[in-house]
């Protein structure tokens, strides 16, 4: 089995048992926010996902570290719940966890989900172009797009939506011009 997968299946738990708590008390969107801002802290911070990794830092310094950071930023659940994952020493997985609520969540609320790799960042008006012709390509009323950034690509970009892929890189390019000169 593989590491993601395995991360997965330990994941899922977690996420649905959030997502039921939060349904039952109407909090879902706000549950989103909470956790979308704590993935964010989380991915912007090597340091402290370092920190909360290390085996050798005791579950309270770790504990310690996350009320000072998400105090009064985040539910007394999902706090709660941070620090769950501490006692168990499944914090490790706390982005897949995070991750994994969040693509339930768009699922429930008819969100298609589009990770687009790009060499750059793009603007806002072209972000905004792009979400307008993958809404026509995928008949999607809202869409989310995930954006991660690729220097291998060298320019343009690749977008997964689902199973499908876009390559429209420059790297992708240059690939396939390969392969048509070595097959002739």
Request: no cysteine.
């Amino acid at each position: 089995m593989s590491n993601q997968n395995f991360e997965e299946k330990i994941a899922m738990p977690y996420a649905e048992a959030i997502i039921a708590h939060a349904q039952s008390i109407n909090m879902l969107d706000q549950y989103k926010s909470e956790l979308s801002s704590v993935l964010s802290v989380l991915s912007k911070s090597s340091d402290l996902q370092v920190f909360l990794l290390n085996p050798l830092n005791n579950n309270l310094s770790k504990k310690g570290v996350l009320k000072k950071l998400f105090h009064n930023q985040v539910d007394n659940f999902i706090m709660n719940f941070l620090l769950v994952l501490v006692d168990r020493r499944r914090i490790s997985f706390l982005k897949t966890i995070i991750e994994k609520y969040l693509k339930i969540t768009y699922l429930l609320e008819s969100i298609t989900i589009v990770e687009l790799y790009s060499a750059v960042d793009l603007s806002e008006v072209q972000q905004s172009n792009l979400i307008s012709k993958i809404k026509l390509m995928t008949s999607s009323n809202e869409i989310k797009l995930v954006s991660k950034r690729d220097t291998s690509l060298i320019g343009g970009f690749i977008i997964k939506i689902g199973s499908k892929i876009i390559d429209a890189s420059l790297i992708g390019k240059l690939n396939k011009i390969s392969l048509y000169l070595n097959a002739n």
